[in-house]
């Protein structure tokens, strides 16, 4: 293989899978009545300004010539989340959801430019439909903890753009299974803890390719306390994605021309985010929530700050 000196980044980043959502954030521990029906409406906004590369290009001296850190390489992106649960038989939800994004990519135009062109890439706003996402979870347990098992699975519907320094997603396919711990502390206060396995599908274009797996695990933490009757809820939260597999930005210069184009899909990705949020009960039928995570840490990815805004009527 020949050496190659990377002279571009980009990255995927998907809000709905760092779990950041309008439901109350323990609420995944415990299912609702019954015929119950909540229908959700979320907006994210995430913003980065740039692109965060993987510790060896920091640590060893053979990378020295490569950059952790590509500035002005930044993303804005607005996602509107559709998504409904309904509880047809006691302790047993079905859910199902789907978000569409906006981007726009406000890097450096000519900095980073992209082997494979990258259709988003020139500074205007794109909009798609990303990946349904349809699922079930159990509740097995109410005390002395809540515990319920999830599965689901993600299917892209759009032909959206998957390389390039701004994309909406990986369009691969994946099944997700997961487990949600939630006990209450007292009469106001609660932990959460939600941990999910993907098994995503391999991108098979070539052997080349489908060699690095991307596979994934999602670990969400929450503590929160609730006031005012408990019609106000507020938290800490906590998200953490990790890859189990992918290319690094420190290993671009051992990779063939076809891995290379095809990067985005192929990354090694891991991000942290911690941050807060409220949520407050409008009505009998009606709440919402804010809520922000700050970028902590990450490799191969953009240094995104999630913001959000979201609303759950519950007419069952």
């Not at 099944?175 to 098994?199: K, M």
Request: hydrophobic share 40%; charged share 15%.
């Amino acid at each position: 293989m020949r050496q190659r000196q990377a002279s571009f980044c980009s990255v995927v980043f998907v809000l709905v899978g760092l779990g950041l959502a309008s439901r109350e954030a323990h609420a995944q521990a415990w299912v609702g009545d019954k015929g119950s029906l909540d229908v959700s409406l979320d907006y994210n906004l995430g913003i980065s300004n740039k692109v965060i590369g993987d510790s060896k290009l920091d640590i060893d001296p053979a990378q020295a010539g490569n950059q952790s850190k590509f500035p002005d390489a930044g993303t804005t992106t607005h996602q509107i989340a559709l998504a409904a649960e309904f509880v047809p038989l006691r302790n047993l939800a079905v859910t199902v959801g789907l978000p569409f994004v906006f981007l726009k990519y406000t890097g450096n135009k000519t900095a980073y430019p992209h082997p494979g062109g990258g259709s988003y890439d020139d500074g205007t706003t794109f909009k798609t439909p990303t990946d349904l996402r349809t699922g079930v979870r159990y509740q097995m347990l109410e005390e002395p903890f809540a515990l319920s098992p999830h599965l689901g699975v993600s299917i892209p519907v759009a032909n959206y753009e998957y390389i390039g320094n701004s994309v909406a997603g990986r369009h691969l396919k994946a099944l997700h299974a997961g487990l949600s711990i939630g006990r209450q502390l007292g009469d106001a206060s609660y932990v959460h803890l939600t941990y999910e396995f993907s098994l995503v599908e391999k991108f098979d274009l070539t052997a080349e390719t489908a060699k690095h797996g991307q596979n994934r695990s999602d670990l969400a933490f929450t503590i929160g306390h609730k006031l005012l009757q408990q019609r106000l809820d507020l938290h800490l939260d906590a998200s953490l994605r990790a890859t189990h597999g992918g290319v690094n930005f420190s290993e671009f210069g051992m990779l063939t021309e076809t891995e290379l184009l095809y990067h985005d899909v192929l990354l090694d990705e891991d991000i942290f985010l911690a941050g807060g949020g409220l949520g407050y009960q409008l009505t009998n039928s009606l709440s919402m929530s804010l809520a922000a995570r700050f970028f902590v840490k990450g490799s191969n990815t953009q240094n995104a700050n999630v913001f959000a805004l979201g609303f759950v009527w519950s007419p069952l």
